[in-house]
């Protein structure tokens, strides 16, 4: 029975996704022309969830894809209209098994937010104290489910932008992509995920930075009750000033609550955008939404460091080592071979640049991502592969230099001493 209703669903879904896509012309896809900025971020508001996520990581990614494609997808949204309160309150009585006034005496019916995922509502448990519950969107986890038929296609459109990388990198980008928002569906885990992020800041005496206290017992795989934060998200500067003296301070607390997590705890918040920092009104900084995180092993690390020692001092063996340690594969890679071809992209880089032309502004950011990029490539010409968490990383990264340019506009990161992790 639950195989043919699923069946029904996908077919269903797979229809939805054609229609949208013929109404914006479906003959990009067979491969012309690329469609434009604004209508490829247009189609993909409307195919929901899974292509949201797919426009997020465009935005996040200008290593891989073109630059007018990159700022388009900055406004790829993620909110769509609430559902009826009815509906909602159907869903919390089922995850908790008895009736809605035994756990809490009031919810507000009006959502605080609603995304493709989730809603979240404002509630007051039955002993006082002031929640939040996150909803899941029924069918959700179908939904998303039914869309890995459309893995090819999501690689399809991804490999017209970014013609440069390879096709399995393409088709595992959108399979991690899809496992990653699986993950999202279970507030088990990101429950889970809040009470280790809360051990952290407790084990490094960190009393700037809090997360959600999470309610267990009012808590499953699709609800998920929460400490209410009161606060404004840390890039509204204007509000952030009624809370704290200087919100310079109050991004330094953030990033380097942040940076510390990647050492010293299990794992690290991969999606820190502007909502998911809050200023809370005694002038903390809250984190919150748990639902992405990643994961970098110890030895790891030890190559990403030594992968840098090794540029710095521009020995190719010495990367062509750290970047096998990084890197995925089912091969054994020649560590003479890779060194090589290291070297010879070094070569070509020197002849590209001559000295006498002078730099434009914006310039040596293209030019780190260029080359990073052709060095992924020369690592996957031998087979290497690059995990998914680099690219997690590499959007923080985006994130936080974004807030520097609006809360702290003349802070120089590395060189400011309050931002303990990067020296
Ligand atoms: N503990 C909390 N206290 C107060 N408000 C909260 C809390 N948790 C979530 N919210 C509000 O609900 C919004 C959505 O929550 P959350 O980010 O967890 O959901 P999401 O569906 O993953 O959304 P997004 O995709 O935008 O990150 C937040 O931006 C915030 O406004």
């Not at 750290?322 to 880089?349: C, F, K, N, P, W």
């Amino acid at each position: 029975m639950g195989a043919v209703t699923n069946g029904i669903k996908g077919a269903f879904r797979v229809g939805q996704t054609l229609s949208v896509l013929g109404r914006t012309g479906l003959n990009w896809v067979r491969g012309d022309r690329p469609p434009t900025p604004k209508l490829l971020r247009q189609t993909f508001e409307n195919l929901g969830a899974t292509y949201i996520k797919l426009g997020q990581f465009i935005a996040s990614s200008p290593t891989f894809f073109p630059k007018e494609y990159v700022e388009e997808f900055q406004y790829c949204l993620d909110k769509t209209p609430s559902l009826p309160f009815g509906v909602i309150k159907r869903i919390i009585r089922e995850e908790l098994g008895r009736p809605i006034d035994q756990v809490y005496s009031e919810i507000d019916p009006v959502a605080l937010a609603s995304a493709s995922i989730a809603q979240v509502h404002a509630a007051k448990l039955v002993t006082g104290e002031d929640v939040v519950i996150k909803v899941q969107k029924p069918g959700v986890e179908n939904i998303l489910l039914t869309d890995l038929n459309f893995l090819y296609l999501s690689a399809r459109i991804l490999e017209t932008l970014a013609p440069k990388l390879s096709w399995t990198s393409l088709s595992g980008i959108v399979e991690e992509i899809q496992q990653t928002m699986m993950e999202e569906c279970d507030f088990i885990k990101e429950a889970n995920n809040l009470k280790v992020f809360r051990e952290f800041l407790l084990n490094t005496h960190n009393d700037d930075a809090t997360v959600p206290r999470v309610y267990e017992q009012c808590s499953t795989r699709r609800i998920l009750t929460m400490e209410r934060f009161y606060g404004v998200p840390l890039t509204d500067l204007d509000s952030i000033r009624g809370f704290s003296k200087d919100p310079e301070r109050t991004l330094i607390t953030a990033m380097n609550t942040w940076f510390a997590s990647l050492t010293q705890c299990e794992f690290f918040h991969a999606d820190v955008h502007a909502g998911n920092l809050m200023v809370l009104k005694d002038g903390r900084v809250g984190f919150i939404d748990f639902g992405i995180v990643g994961r970098i092993r110890p030895d790891t690390w030890q190559a990403v460091s030594d992968f840098i020692s090794a540029i710095m001092v521009g020995n190719f063996d010495g990367m062509a080592d750290a970047m096998i340690r990084i890197g995925v594969t089912r091969r054994t890679v020649r560590v003479d071979e890779l060194s090589a071809d290291l070297q010879r992209l070094y070569r070509q880089m020197d002849r590209m640049v001559p000295d006498d032309v002078p730099y434009e502004m914006g310039q040596a950011e293209d030019d780190v991502n260029n080359i990073l990029m052709d060095m992924v490539k020369v690592g996957e010409s031998h087979g290497l592969h690059f995990p998914r968490e680099f690219a997690l990383l590499l959007k923080q990264f985006l994130y936080f230099d974004r807030y520097v340019h609006i809360l702290a506009p003349e802070m120089d990161v590395f060189m400011d001493e309050r931002l303990t992790m990067l020296h």
